[in-house]
């Protein structure tokens, strides 16, 4: 299947939709055959700086292009959220506005939930693709509810983790945690199901989801994609009144071409990272197991999700479109951190008298020391070990050691010390739930003391935190 063929499957099956409930694009009847000179205004939650406020300025500009006799006045931070921004113009404050497409069900319009479902986009180009479809104008239909008329929906980033102190990664993570999040009752519930408070406020967090262009904490986890945020351009019922035929045609030509410029414009998610990251950011990865648990978690809030015919028909196209979309290559560090940071953690492994003779090692002083209990932290580079003897002469007694590693994704390497030829290397695999497996131990020097040693400890770490 093509992208174009797959851009047509989006709609297949769901066009009866559109006839019994009627299309969401504007009337070419709207009320007016003269053409007289109006002044609409937009409003947005976002200020001027961000991707939603250079959307609404490329759409005020795009519509006086195609139409001179429209002004739009734009006002960007008009309301402290995106349903308040949502309530002024039902009010009649604003003509149009710019809104994220997660806060409509916050006004029961549920046809655009099926965008944030968890876990289902997951690519920037998956998100450009449903956006221009034919599944736009459906997920836009259930606006008459609030009042509104879509005109387009665009798109802006994929949604991640971000973490105050350090990247979120497992289900424990989050749990107990407090998450800082636009209020949404699709995202907010998928959140409780992690096992976190969800809130929108300023501080009070130790994890935000955001998008790398504009995320308020340093650590972020570039593997895990909560949703896609899009925001869907809008006009009230009562604007329309004001407009002629002609005007509100050219008012959804400028929202759609909005729409193309911001797909050919905007950064990928590889790209936003990689700027996140040159102002400061850290980003690491959750291993697959991990991924696995958290979308496990969130399996009810799809489930509900799906128990919407309409919402559940959108998903399985959706679904259907990512099938035949070049699947994400995630970010998972940052370009200028060391891989090292890959294997940031803490191991256990325990080592036995058994296992020291079965590896060649006959010296009594090194049996003397076993068995041990030995736990590592690695950490962007360093190599913190503990080891304590559990029975012999010498039960209870703690050792610890401040070494260095290096990680290039397969060989790990202890630097036992700033002697270039003491060191130990390993393949090192990550394995599902993040331990580490180890083979073809070799020593930089030709120590075959210290080789059997490390042959019996370099096995398999088992990740503990």
Partial sequence: MNRRQALAALSTGLLLYLVGCGSNEPSSAAPGDETSAVTLRIATYDNEAVLGGILVNHFAQAVHDLEPTITVESSYEAAPDEQATIKLIQAGNFDLGLVATRAWDLENVD????????FLIDSTELLDQVVASDQAAIMMNGLSKAGMT?????PEALRHPFGTEASPLGLED???ATIRSPHSNTTWDLFSALGATPMFEENGYTIAESQFEQAPAPEGTGNVTFYAKADVIVVSDAAKTKVSASQLDALTEAAKATRDWAIGT????????????KNGGKIAAAVPADVETLKNAAAPVIADLKGDATTAAI?????????VTTAPTA??????QSKASLLNGTYRW???KEALIEAGVSDPTALNDVPSINRATLEDGTFNLTYQQTEGPNKGDTHELHQTYEFDGETFIIHWSQEPTNCTKAKAKILQDGSLEFSNVVECAADQASLVLD????RVWKKIK
């Fill in 111 to 118: 046809t655009l939930r099926a965008i944030n479902t968890p």
């Fill in 150 to 154: 879509g005109l387009a929906i665009l």
């Fill in 174 to 176: 989050y749990q107990g």
């Fill in 266 to 277: 905007f950064d990928d998610d590889a790209a936003a990272a990689g700027k996140y990251c």
């Fill in 315 to 323: 998903i399985a196209a959706i679904q259907e479109l990512k099938t």
């Fill in 331 to 336: 970010v998972t560090a940052c370009s200028t």
């Fill in 350 to 352: 325990d080592v036995t």
């Fill in 455 to 458: 042959q019996a400890g370099l």
